[in-house]
């Protein structure tokens, strides 16, 4: 598990790079938002298919594709000092939008980010 979330983070901080949407407060919580995912996955789902992401103009989609059609569910407010079920409310409060979509093999859990939110954030220093 570890080693295919590291890997999905690396791909996202290129892909962010690339897009020029890099050393910004959002665009570490976007690292977040995909170890999440990419965590609930393993946890939960058999581990990750396919990890997409796609931009147009006014957001970034992420997607995390896994074999199976049972939904993910959200556990209420979590409870300090016992571990767990952080991961939904953790991509809540960090997407703009986030949900699921299921097909016929498997299910893809999505967030979205504005764009607008990763062009003008706050800067981070490495």
Same mark, same amino acid.
């Given at each position: 598990?570890?080693? *295919?979330?590291a $890997?999905?983070?690396?791909?996202?901080?290129?892909?962010?790079q +690339?897009?020029?949407? +890099?050393?910004t %407060?959002?665009?570490e919580d976007?690292?977040l938002?995909?170890?999440?995912?990419l965590?609930n996955?393993?946890?939960?789902?058999? &581990?990750?298919r396919e990890?997409?992401?796609?931009?147009?103009?006014?957001?970034?989609?992420? %997607?995390?594709h896994d074999?199976?059609?049972?939904l993910?569910?959200r556990?209420?407010?979590?409870q300090? &000092?016992?571990?767990?079920?952080? &991961?939904?409310?953790?991509v /809540?409060r960090?997407?703009d *939008?986030?949900?699921? *979509?299921?097909?016929? +093999?498997? $299910?893809a859990v999505w967030? /979205?980010?504005?764009?607008?939110r990763?062009? *003008? &954030?706050m800067?981070?220093?490495?």
């Amino acid at each position: 598990m570890p080693g *295919h979330v590291a $890997k999905g983070r690396a791909f996202t901080r290129q892909a962010l790079q +690339d897009w020029g949407w +890099d050393r910004t %407060e959002t665009s570490e919580d976007t690292l977040l938002l995909v170890s999440e995912l990419l965590t609930n996955a393993s946890l939960h789902s058999n &581990g990750c298919r396919e990890l997409v992401l796609t931009a147009d103009g006014a957001t970034l989609r992420i %997607e995390v594709h896994d074999g199976t059609t049972a939904l993910p569910v959200r556990r209420p407010v979590p409870q300090p &000092g016992i571990p767990g079920g952080r &991961g939904l409310y953790i991509v /809540e409060r960090l997407s703009d *939008h986030w949900g699921t *979509h299921t097909y016929e +093999d498997g $299910k893809a859990v999505w967030a /979205e980010v504005e764009t607008t939110r990763l062009e *003008h &954030g706050m800067t981070v220093e490495y």
